[in-house]
């Protein structure tokens, strides 16, 4: 099973990078930034492997550069409390 045919595995991977960068004392704005050239990335060249992925496709298609922004600090805010390592919540 591919990472990105499974939500669950999808967030808890996210949340333990964010946990990652956060150790390493990335502050939360390097790491939105991170996550829109990410979700970029992943709308240019990544077809959506189920539901939740097509929804976040849909919405990219649609929103401009500082809603892009948006979305993607509110997946970091979704995973926050994910991951194998789990750490405080994100900070804005």
């Not at 099973?1 to 004392?25: P, T």
């Not at 502050?27 to 976040?56: C, M």
């Not at 993607?72 to 991951?83: C, D, F, P, S």
Request: charge should be negative; glycine fraction near 4%.
């Amino acid at each position: 099973m591919s990472l990105l045919s499974n939500w669950d595995r999808w967030k808890d991977f996210l949340a333990d990078r964010m946990h990652q960068a956060e150790s390493v004392g990335v502050n939360s704005e390097v790491i939105n930034e991170f996550a829109t050239k990410i979700g970029g990335y992943l709308a240019e060249h990544v077809d959506p492997k189920n539901e939740q992925e097509r929804l976040l496709s849909d919405l990219w298609s649609v929103a401009d550069e500082n809603e892009h922004k948006t979305i993607a600090r509110l997946i970091m805010k979704l995973v926050a409390n994910n991951g194998t390592t789990k750490e405080p919540e994100l900070q804005h």
